[in-house]
């Protein structure tokens, strides 16, 4: 399912605190890599024709997978590309990534994916999984030939950017589905209630004259296909949740014993709605920011797994195109660079959410849902790795960024807790 390249490194990695909770691994130890596999784990190993990285005040922890990114190749790639993604993949600390298929052409095709995994492996510093449009030309209507893109390597399916607003559609999907082993991701939007909304439908909306988005538009849809994977038997997975009433949906399913899973974004996370009243371009997202009782409710079913992967729905955007009034503007921000260190900032260091905890929903959780090889720090296990600095601060600068879009809501921002170094799939990628 992914592409990408591998690698060969040998290193030892001196003196770092592992810390790799899916493992129920927290010691000071040293890691030797030998051609690219976790050889040894231990004290004062043998460093001959190794490099060495001294990480005697740093976290060393598996590196980060993200399930939803948008590549805009083919299409637009001016905003990005797949060796700027996977660059800013790399600095983020991520050693594989899902890419989102609404580029143009969208990715329903098996010749286009099989071109795109090609071109990955070419060009990609980290994996790269390719999901696959659930609907042909993502238009909802008609679905794709699942069974043949996943032969292709579809790494999943999902019409993200839009939903699939024909119940009759999803359930044929999640049926056919069956066959592919792949997971149905799906973007949760009634747009006949979200048409012409631009922000939370709130008060801080109201004061300022935006139309309103209300949750009822995410969290009715969230309804509808947990109970058709009730129904079918069939997993789906609910992308950039933002409600509370769509936080309570899963945990019910959940309970029924459906077999759902959901992501949270960093953004829905560590804002809420008052950050719309900048009126910033940066802060408009799908869904929308909302109240801190939303937000709230997202941070404990991140805490409790309810909610089991993090995901940044890494949107870039060219900067003409953010640079209108917020009610013109597109949808969507960057967050490959900043994911870890704003959840480090704004949660970690507070006290709100463990270490732990966002290392797992980081890594392990997404893996896991999406049946990818869970990152390690394992003998024997491929060296996916990303080594932290907790201590360090550092200014969010646009000049610095490896994407190709720099629509960050983070901008001038200063955070606490920086990767260092990123091993993905056995080579440096990434060294700060």
Same mark, same amino acid.
């Given at each position: 399912?992914?592409?990408? /390249?591998?690698?060969? +490194?040998?290193? &030892?990695? #001196? !003196?770092? %605190?592992?810390?790799?909770? =899916? $493992?129920?691994?927290?010691?000071?130890?040293?890691?030797?890599?030998?051609?690219?596999?976790?050889?040894?784990?231990?004290?004062?190993?043998?460093?001959?024709?190794?490099?060495?990285?001294?990480?005697?005040?740093?976290?060393?922890?598996?590196?980060?997978?993200?399930?939803?990114?948008?590549?805009?190749?083919?299409?637009?790639?001016?905003?990005?590309?797949?060796?700027?993604?996977?660059?800013?993949?790399?600095?983020?600390?991520?050693?594989?990534?899902?890419?989102?298929?609404?580029?143009? /052409?969208?990715?329903? +095709?098996?010749? &286009?994916? #099989? !071109?795109? %995994?090609?071109?990955?492996? =070419? $060009?990609?510093?980290?994996?790269?999984?390719?999901?696959?449009?659930?609907?042909?030309?993502?238009?909802?209507?008609?679905?794709?030939?699942?069974?043949?893109?996943?032969?292709?390597?579809?790494?999943?399916?999902?019409?993200?950017?839009?939903?699939?607003?024909?119940?009759?559609?999803?359930?044929?999907?999640?049926?056919?589905?069956?066959?592919?082993?792949?997971?149905?991701?799906?973007?949760?939007?009634?747009?006949?209630?979200?048409?012409?909304?631009?922000?939370?439908?709130?008060?801080?909306?109201?004061?300022?004259?935006?139309?309103?988005?209300?949750?009822?538009?995410?969290?009715?849809?969230?309804?509808?296909?947990?109970?058709?994977?009730?129904?079918?038997?069939?997993?789906?997975?609910?992308?950039?949740?933002?409600?509370?009433?769509?936080?309570?949906?899963?945990?019910?399913?959940?309970?029924?014993?459906?077999?759902?899973?959901?992501?949270?974004?960093?953004?829905?996370?560590?804002?809420?709605?008052?950050?719309?009243?900048?009126?910033?371009?940066?802060?408009?997202?799908?869904?929308?920011?909302?109240?801190?009782?939303?937000?709230?409710?997202?941070?404990?079913?991140?805490?409790?797994?309810?909610?089991?992967?993090?995901?940044?729905?890494?949107?870039?955007?060219?900067?003409?195109?953010?640079?209108?009034?917020?009610?013109?503007?597109?949808?969507?921000?960057?967050?490959?660079?900043?994911?870890?260190?704003?959840?480090?900032?704004?949660?970690?260091?507070?006290?709100?959410?463990?270490?732990?905890?966002?290392?797992?929903?980081?890594?392990?959780?997404?893996?896991?849902?999406?049946?990818?090889?869970?990152?390690?720090?394992?003998?024997?296990?491929?060296?996916?790795?990303?080594?932290?600095?907790?201590?360090?601060?550092?200014?969010?600068?646009?000049?610095?960024?490896?994407?190709?879009?720099?629509?960050?809501?983070?901008?001038?921002?200063?955070?606490?807790?920086?990767?260092?170094?990123?091993?993905?799939?056995?080579?440096?990628?990434?060294?700060?």
């Amino acid at each position: 399912m992914l592409a990408g /390249p591998t690698g060969n +490194d040998n290193i &030892v990695i #001196r !003196g770092a %605190r592992l810390l790799d909770p =899916a $493992e129920g691994l927290d010691a000071r130890l040293d890691v030797r890599i030998d051609n690219g596999v976790i050889a040894q784990i231990g004290e004062a190993l043998d460093t001959n024709e190794h490099r060495v990285v001294d990480a005697g005040e740093l976290i060393l922890a598996p590196a980060f997978i993200d399930p939803h990114v948008h590549l805009r190749t083919p299409g637009r790639e001016d905003e990005e590309t797949i060796a700027s993604g996977t660059a800013a993949a790399a600095a983020g600390g991520y050693c594989a990534i899902l890419a989102i298929p609404n580029t143009d /052409p969208v990715i329903d +095709d098996a010749n &286009v994916l #099989r !071109g795109l %995994r090609v071109r990955a492996d =070419a $060009e990609a510093h980290v994996q790269v999984g390719f999901m696959a449009a659930l609907t042909k030309g993502q238009d909802g209507s008609e679905l794709t030939e699942m069974g043949a893109l996943a032969d292709a390597g579809a790494a999943g399916f999902t019409d993200d950017g839009r939903p699939v607003a024909a119940a009759g559609v999803m359930r044929r999907a999640l049926q056919y589905n069956a066959i592919t082993g792949r997971m149905i991701a799906v973007h949760c939007e009634e747009q006949s209630l979200t048409r012409g909304g631009h922000a939370h439908a709130g008060p801080v909306a109201a004061e300022l004259g935006l139309g309103g988005w209300p949750s009822l538009g995410e969290s009715l849809m969230v309804a509808r296909d947990l109970a058709l994977a009730g129904d079918t038997g069939q997993p789906v997975h609910l992308m950039h949740l933002s409600a509370r009433e769509s936080v309570e949906h899963l945990r019910r399913a959940h309970a029924a014993g459906v077999r759902a899973s959901g992501e949270a974004t960093p953004h829905h996370l560590c804002l809420t709605d008052e950050a719309v009243r900048t009126l910033d371009p940066n802060v408009k997202m799908n869904p929308p920011l909302r109240s801190a009782d939303d937000r709230a409710a997202l941070v404990e079913a991140i805490r409790d797994g309810t909610i089991a992967a993090i995901a940044t729905d890494h949107a870039p955007h060219a900067p003409e195109e953010k640079d209108v009034p917020f009610e013109a503007a597109p949808f969507g921000v960057t967050g490959l660079e900043t994911s870890f260190a704003v959840l480090y900032t704004e949660l970690v260091e507070p006290g709100v959410l463990s270490l732990e905890i966002v290392l797992q929903r980081m890594s392990a959780g997404p893996a896991e849902i999406f049946g990818l090889d869970r990152p390690r720090i394992a003998l024997g296990a491929p060296a996916n790795l990303t080594l932290i600095d907790p201590n360090a601060t550092w200014r969010v600068k646009p000049s610095a960024f490896r994407s190709r879009s720099t629509n960050s809501w983070l901008l001038g921002r200063r955070l606490r807790g920086r990767v260092k170094l990123t091993v993905a799939a056995g080579r440096v990628v990434f060294e700060l």
